[in-house]
């Protein structure tokens, strides 16, 4: 005798999932092969989205996409616990019509991911080991308060400068600034009234705490550097002329490893020194460095570029020959990509970088 069967099975049936993720809601699109099942706004909770599926859906094959962002990656790793496969895409990389461009919404963002992530046209995003993740957020911690940093050590000056207190012939020069010496003459600053001087006091002594925890910040680095994942990798950077220890830190958390990284093309263009052109018919034009790249790395192999310039003379004589034809802050453009190249040598072969010598 045969029983009515009210069991669903979805076994060999694929599911996509595109969600616009926010602090307090996320969007989500649910599409199967030939259908768009259903948009709707839940709680900004994986567990959420995978309770939802594996009882609309069971046995089904999950997919799911969402773009880089604020949240990072926590979201992707659950998701990989819970058996979803999951991409974190970046924005830029996701199909949009001129339409969705005027006309957007987090719904049809969400929209826009799913049909992409069922069409095969979304490419991933590398995602970081938890802890490289961890090891990175040190090193950018370090770049925050020295940014941090420099602002109160201009709102001191700015502050000197608006009440017409000049320097003493023994700080003259913008190098003797923020020495103890410095800071003791900063301290002694009388001022006229009571509020004056405890404005000034409270600016110093931000800028005493940011210094301090700067110190702690960079110790920290210093004893990471020496840890077994980065130590052989640290002492190979440092090898090339301009990369000193938190440049090389930074260059490692960052990029995770080498091997991600075919060619010195696709390197480049992760960190973002490639140029951008405009192409159509016989016009071609090359223009600026595109605004797309890492702008940490950028930042940090653009400084390093600087140093490397006069430190190799291999370097120097490029750097020289580029500025017979270019402006200085092109000719350093093409240094940094000289540079990276040697950053991609010594990782790729694990060997020192040997100096250029000019006879």
């Known amino acids: 005798m045969q029983t ?9 049936q694929n599911i996509y999932v595109g969600f616009d993720v926010h602090l307090k809601s996320w ?24 309770n939802y599926l594996s009882k609309t859906f069971p046995g089904a094959n999950y997919y799911s996409a969402y773009e880089a962002g604020f949240c990072g990656y926590w979201i992707h790793n659950k998701l990989l616990g819970f058996g979803i496969k999951s991409m974190v895409v970046n924005p830029a990389d996701i199909p949009t019509t001129g339409k969705e461009k005027v006309m957007k919404t987090d719904a049809r963002d969400s929209v826009k ?9 979304l490419k991933p995003i590398h995602v970081p080991l938890t802890i490289t993740l961890e ?5 950018r911690t370090r770049a925050t308060l020295v940014k941090d940093m420099t602002r109160y050590k201009n709102r001191i000056k700015s502050f000197l400068y608006f009440h017409g207190i000049e320097y003493p012939e023994a700080f003259s020069k913008s190098r003797t600034h923020w020495s103890n010496r410095f800071n003791i003459w900063l301290e002694g600053i009388e001022m006229k009234e009571k509020s004056g001087k405890d404005s000034l006091n409270a600016l110093i002594g931000q800028s005493k705490q940011l210094r301090a925890s700067i110190l702690f910040v960079t110790k920290q680095i210093k004893e990471l550097a020496n840890n077994d994942r980065y130590k052989e990798r640290v002492v190979l950077l440092r090898s090339i002329p301009g990369i000193a220890l938190i440049t090389a830190m930074t260059i490692l958390t960052e990029i995770e490893t080498i091997n ?16 951008s052109c405009n192409t159509s018919g016989d016009n071609e034009n090359i223009g600026e460095i595109t605004p797309r790249g890492h702008s940490i790395l950028r930042s940090a192999i653009i400084e390093s570029s600087w140093f490397a310039a006069r430190l190799d003379p291999a370097l120097t004589k490029c750097y020289h020959n580029y500025c017979n034809r270019m402006e200085s802050n092109k000719a350093i453009i093409r240094i940094a ?23």
């Open 337 to 359: 990509r000289k540079v990276t190249s040697r950053i991609k040598f010594v990782l790729k072969n694990n060997q020192p970088y040997v100096h250029s010598v000019v006879k």
């Open 27 to 50: 969007s989500v699109t649910i599409m199967t092969e030939k259908l768009t099942h259903k948009t709707f706004s839940q709680a900004p909770d994986p567990e959420v989205l995978y």
């Open 113 to 121: 991911i799913a049909r992409s992530l069922r069409s095969g046209d």
């Open 260 to 275: 991600r990284f075919a060619t010195i093309d696709q390197l480049c263009g992760f960190i973002g020194l490639v140029p």
């Open 4 to 12: 009515q069967s009210n069991k669903i099975d979805f076994t060999g």
């Open 135 to 139: 090891d990175r957020g040190l090193v």
